[in-house]
């Protein structure tokens, strides 16, 4: 073993000096356990890949994978020279956000990520006045349910869901999520039937559903907030949803039930990596957050919308 790290630190130190794509391609691979895993991350083609990483075996004469049919595994030396493969990309990327985190222009690119509910119906129909009032910045919206990587600059910018955020971002929560269930007014049978929509990863049924509707059968389950109002919408069931979509549709049919519901601890945030906090571009685009989002927190926190009570069998 001590062989194969010595080995293994020579191989990643020549690799450092003289093409970084070597390791990064090598850990792509290591990472995903297959070509076409590490050809999409790396943008590139499956041939690239594996032409890449022979030649890397090649050059220092040590084999780093065994194909298997069920992917890439990484040999006991690959094993080794992943471990110092990573600290060395760890190391990049610092030397990355140090020298992003002192540039004060407000101009070039700028990485945001978040949900697409969230994106489409409440930042989008406002990023204009950010665009203009900061043309030279170059900004990237790019829609994902999953916290990309800040460390590694996938993102500069996230704002999430979540009820507590990795410890090694830091940010600010601008809003609690408040949770309603809502039904479609042209589908009332769905109460009566006690017909469910949850999420695909709830128990079967979720807490509110057996306080509420103790007979409650679920027809469907969803991972996405959009498609979950779009089946309530068509009266496939009702659903708890976060109060932020449907409130924010306004749509003349669906409506929440004023029913009491166990308050969530979920929240929105607006989270950065450390390094990044006084870029200005950075600072710029989190202050248009903060300021948009807070004029939001009514509807995050579920002060909007239409309510009805008493009988909603017959509503």
Known sequence: MRKFSTFAKLICKNAQMNNWDDLRYFLELARC???????????????????RIAALEKKHGVKL??????????????????QHALEIEQQNQTVERLLYAGDTRL????????????????IIPYLQDFTGKYPDVDLELVVSPGLKNLSAREADIAVRVTPAPPET???????????????????PQ????????????????????????????????VDDLASMYAAVKVGIGIARM??????????ADIFKLDLALTPSDWGIWVLHHADLRET???????????????ILRPLFEGEMGKRVNGDYSSS
């Not at 356990?33 to 032409?51: D, F, I, K, P, Q």
């Not at 999420?199 to 509707?213: C, E, K, L």
């Open 33 to 51: 356990g297959s070509l076409s895993g590490a050809s999409r991350e790396l943008g590139v083609n499956h041939s690239t890949v594996a032409r």
């Open 65 to 82: 994978f065994n194909r298997q049919p069920n992917g890439y595994q990484l040999t006991e030396a690959g094993d080794v020279i992943y």
């Open 107 to 122: 101009s070039g690119k700028l990485v945001v990520t978040m949900p697409h509910e969230l994106a489409n119906h409440c």
């Open 169 to 187: 971002l830091v940010g600010q929560k601008l809003a609690n999520l408040r949770h309603a269930v809502y039904f479609s007014k042209q589908h």
């Open 190 to 221: 769905v109460l009566a039937e006690q017909k469910i929509i949850i999420w695909r990863q709830d128990t079967n049924p979720p807490a509110w559903a057996q306080q509420h509707f103790p007979n409650a059968k679920v027809v469907l389950k």
């Open 242 to 251: 976060p109060c932020y979509l449907p409130d924010s549709v306004l749509d």
């Open 280 to 294: 200005a571009r950075v600072r710029a685009f989190k202050q248009f957050l903060i300021e948009r989002l807070q």
